[in-house]
T-cell receptor, first 111, second 117 residues
């Protein structure tokens, strides 16, 4: 079946550097995407979303890029901080409102 | 912002017993809530969609008689794991949306860690 997946299971980033987390999706009909951050033992926390009629959206220190041509989504975190260490999930929302999650990327921020 | 609360945050039960998990939307009404399960080092898997005032719809492979869902009000959904077994040990997370349309983010509770001994 169609799914949302991530390229890198673990990303090690030095504090202060920028992080880029990638996500590939296979459902070309998807029109809404969300990035979540999950810290250990907690539920996912909304970071940023993007609709398919956009290719870029910026938040505070985060930017999401959407390339519909190659069905690719990325999350950029500027000036990564220790508090950014977590698992990041991209998610795809279908027309029934169901959220399908990718495999997740563990981001580890090193001093 | 939208807050979803789950209770309990963790529970340990003996094999064969039942456990109820509550999910509440604290500052908004949610006609639809979703229940997810997450095993260690894995992603979230949707179990069922809870609809206020009607029966829940379950994903393929999820036993509806084992995972009972009740959504009696616009702010409360419950998941009951019946006759729990060790393989049911997992992290259960609920979510809700403030809007019915598809383009709004889901807000998640902080999950319930279930351990069945």
């Amino acid at each position: 079946g169609e799914s949302v997946g991530l390229h890198l299971p673990t990303l090690s980033v030095q504090e202060g550097d920028n992080s880029i987390i990638n996500c590939a999706y296979s459902n070309s009909a998807s029109d809404y995407f969300i990035w979540y951050k999950q810290e250990s033992g907690k539920g996912p926390q909304f970071i940023i979303d993007i609709r398919s009629n956009m290719d870029k959206r910026q938040g505070q220190r985060v930017t999401v890029l959407l390339n519909k041509t190659v069905k690719h989504l990325s999350l950029q975190i500027a000036a990564t901080q220790p508090g950014d260490s977590a698992v990041y999930f991209c998610a795809e929302k279908n027309s029934w409102g169901k959220l399908q999650f990718g495999a997740g990327t563990q981001v580890v921020v090193t001093p | 912002g939208a807050v979803v609360s789950q209770h309990p945050s963790w529970v340990i039960c003996k094999s064969g017993t039942s456990v109820k998990i509550e999910c509440r939307s604290l500052d908004f009404q949610a006609t639809t809530m979703f229940w997810y399960r997450q095993f260690p080092k894995q992603s979230l898997m949707l179990m069922a969609t809870s609809n206020e005032g009607s029966k829940a719809t379950y994903e393929q492979g999820v036993e509806k008689d084992k995972f009972l869902i009740n959504h009696a009000s616009l702010t409360l959904s419950t998941l009951t794991v019946t006759s729990a077994h060790p393989e049911d040990s997992s992290f259960y997370i609920c979510s809700a949306s403030t809007r019915v349309d598809s383009n709004s983010p889901l807000h998640f509770g902080n999950g319930t860690r279930l351990t069945v001994t």
